[in-house]
DNA sequence: TTTATAGTTGACTAATTTAGTCGGGTTTCT
DNA sequence: AGAAACCCGACTAAATTAGTCAACTATAAA
């Protein structure tokens, strides 16, 4: 999985379809206006969502998107992998076990390895209904130890 | 907290350090040798480190770099936030309350505030000795629901 | 049947970020 | 003195992101 910008228009969309709650499908431009994103690049967004089987899509005058599924049964996760696809660049793809001749190299590979589960089970566990009803804090403490100040996260570029 | 190669680098750095568990200091040349990462990109990372108090250097002829505090007091987060440092040009910074005129514009805010405070628990749960001990494996859950396979997780650009 | 609406596709581009490189210093130990 | 190492800042090439644009197709209402 990929955490970048698009991930978060994407589930944003997603969520704006959502709290529309209405059986008639949802336009992009209307996502659009009321989400400050561009209209061309949501339909980037929303022909892979489409393609991951997340909406449905009605054309004709009164069309738009649909979710394809109840909001409680869609998973964030599913919405990201849906968008960020995955390029195997890594240098070290193989198991955790030996990883590119032992030594050195791989000492932080079971990190970054096991941040990125906690990051993909915190994403599969809250659905998209669990957004738009706002049942999300709470899931982790809510300051670390050292008693630093909170700021946003940030994944690839900029929030 | 932003997340790219260039914190893994440092960690992967700090930990190949850690591993040499001696009193005299590790060179950059060193490091960039067994970790792969050129010598030049390792000083601008290492100053850094060294401006937020996480490494020691030492000068002349055998000279280096040492942890500036046992392996053990290191916490992940802390080496991540030392070179990643943060732009705040976040469209939606403030408390997660309103948000840019309530509206749908931040039904997602929580969710990735919640997640940013996930990422920063568990790395700021980890220390340095845990690395390289292996003793990361296991926080979280093997699988996530689902049953899909779970793969790599990457961070900004590649991993 | 025409016409407007809306989705679909793919190519293209500008801006930003990342991951470095390079060259010249300065300090410190032998 | 001289070598080894750190220190600093400017520069750059590649990759990625975010977004634009234009042409095309399908649908439904008038």
Redesign the pocket.
């Known amino acids: 999985m ?1 955490l ?3 991930g978060r ?1 994407a589930v944003q969309a997603m969520a704006d379809i959502a709290a529309a709650r209405g059986a008639e ?1 949802v ?3 209307e996502i659009a206006d009321r989400q400050g ?2 209209a ?2 949501l ?2 967004l ?2 892979k969502l ?1 393609r991951a089987g997340l909406v449905d ?9 649909r979710l394809a599924r109840p909001a409680g049964a869609i998973r964030i996760g599913e919405i990201v992998d849906a968008v ?1 696809e995955e ?1 195997h ?1 890594t240098a070290c793809h193989g198991a955790a076990a030996g990883c590119q001749g032992a030594g050195a190299r791989c000492l932080t590979h079971d990190l970054w390895d096991e941040l990125g589960r906690h990051i993909e089970l915190f994403l599969s566990t809250v659905s998209l209904e669990d957004v738009i009803d706002k049942r999300v804090i709470g899931t982790a403490a809510v300051n670390a130890p050292g008693g630093r100040h909170q700021d946003d996260w940030k994944p ?3 929030v």
Chains 1, 2 share one sequence.
């Open positions: 990929k970048t910008t698009k228009y499908p336009s992009l431009p994103i561009s061309g690049y339909e980037q929303f022909a489409r899509s009605v054309r004709g005058v009164a069309g738009g998107y960020d390029i660049t690839g570029a900029e």
